[in-house]
């Protein structure tokens, strides 16, 4: 069975559980199964080291139930960590050529963003019920906050991060 028939299915049945509860006042715990379907497949990926759905159906952009070190992100893309960890070096960033600017997404999951102190960056970190830790001391928990290097100005070049936190920790560290 793919990833796609799975989960197509999984959202149909849970869409009839919720009419059944609702328009014929049958008393069934949607929340419940949905919470006990994830322990189930959180328990097969910590026996078995991989879950139900093949990690060759994600993106090179993102990480699920795995973790994984990205020493050259790429500009203009967007990265998502779920339920997983993420390690982003930007230490290597090339200015030449322009503004480098990308975007990580953590949902359930733990990010490490490294960034140089050498150049000029602007980091705008939202976050919901998370942790978005920054180098100058700030810190989101629900809401934005925004860091800007030294060396930043709007009109230069600059290596421009948009985090994005919900129930999940992000950590950025100057090197």
Do not use: C
């Not at 699920?64 to 070190?69: A, L, P």
């Not at 480098?100 to 050498?118: H, N, S, Y």
């Not at 100058?136 to 421009?160: Q, R």
């Amino acid at each position: 069975m793919g990833a796609g028939l799975f989960w197509g299915a999984f959202l149909l049945l849970m869409g009839v559980a919720l009419i059944i509860k609702v328009v014929f006042n049958v008393d069934f715990p949607v929340f419940k199964v949905v919470v006990g379907i994830f322990l189930v497949m959180l328990g097969i990926k910590v026996l078995f080291g991989r879950t139900l759905i093949s990690e060759h159906h994600f993106k090179a952009e993102e990480t699920i139930f795995n973790e994984r070190v990205y020493d050259n992100p790429e500009s203009g893309k967007e990265y998502t960590v779920l339920f997983a960890k993420g390690v982003y070096d930007f230490t290597n960033v090339d200015l030449e050529q322009g503004s480098f600017r990308v975007k990580v997404a953590t949902v359930f999951g733990g990010t490490q963003i490294i960034i140089p102190r050498d150049k000029p960056v602007r980091i705008q970190a939202d976050a919901v019920f998370a942790g978005a830790e920054l180098p100058d001391g700030n810190n989101a928990v629900f809401g934005t906050s925004i860091y800007e290097s030294d060396s930043w100005s709007a009109d230069t070049a600059s290596i421009d991060i948009k985090v994005e936190v919900v129930f999940g920790g992000v950590q950025v560290i100057e090197r």
